[in-house]
């Protein structure tokens, strides 16, 4: 038996993620020689911004935080803390150099799936990318999936859903035979746990911390 969990995009961790993204991709469309460090740390109301840059470019780090969160599908008032300064010379010409951050990167790429990914990783990231787009009805941004499978089979996918009721008002079973019914039987069971509070309302995020594609 194998086991994956994938996290919806309004996870604490997921919002940090994408938010760091956004922040990124802002500061190579202002420079294309961009370099950029950052880290998003989001907690109870607040969401802080800290690292380094080298660039010729200017964003509004503040209005980009606080515009990529509506996006995902939050409302709330966030509070936004940054703290980003110059790229040390040091670090800079180390990176010139040619000389990077050390890190510990495992993985592969298979042909099981035509995500590149293992088969359980596929699905749960299927039946989250599926959730996510229910979001602004019944189903609120936060969440996770977690698909364990057999050979070829699911055994059980378990649906964490952040819902404006704290329920599911629907057939979920129904709803997964429709995203991923080629893999289920009828022993696959499916668990909900359905939860009305999310996001940094009842937890903390920060970058990095979920980071499979």
Not at 34 to 47: D, K, N, P
Not at 123 to 129: E, G, S
């Amino acid at each position: 038996m194998k086991t994956a969990e994938y996290a919806r995009m309004g996870h604490p961790d997921r919002v940090c993620d994408i938010i760091a993204d956004s922040l990124l991709d802002a500061f190579i469309k202002e420079d294309n020689n961009s370099r950029v460090a950052i880290e998003v740390f989001g907690c109870h109301g607040i969401i802080t911004v800290g690292g380094e840059v080298t660039t010729n470019g200017y964003i509004n780090i503040t209005e980009i935080v606080k515009n990529v969160y509506k996006e995902i599908g939050y409302f709330d008032e966030i509070g936004v803390q940054v703290n980003v300064v110059n790229q040390s010379k040091e670090i800079k010409k180390l990176a010139d150099d040619g000389a990077g951050d050390s890190g510990i990167v495992t993985g592969y790429a298979t042909n099981e799936t035509l995500e590149m990914l293992p088969l359980e990783v596929a699905l749960a990231k299927r039946i989250a990318n599926y959730l996510d787009t229910l979001v602004y009805s019944w189903i609120l941004p936060d969440g996770k999936v977690q698909v364990t499978i057999e050979n070829e089979n699911i055994l059980n996918i378990t649906l964490a859903i952040q819902t404006k009721y704290g329920n599911i008002p629907l057939d979920t079973r129904s709803m997964m035979n429709d995203i991923v019914g080629e893999y289920m039987t009828k022993e696959t069971t499916i668990n909900t746990i359905p939860f009305k509070s999310g996001g940094f309302e009842a937890d903390v995020g920060l970058t990095g911390r979920k980071n499979v594609l």
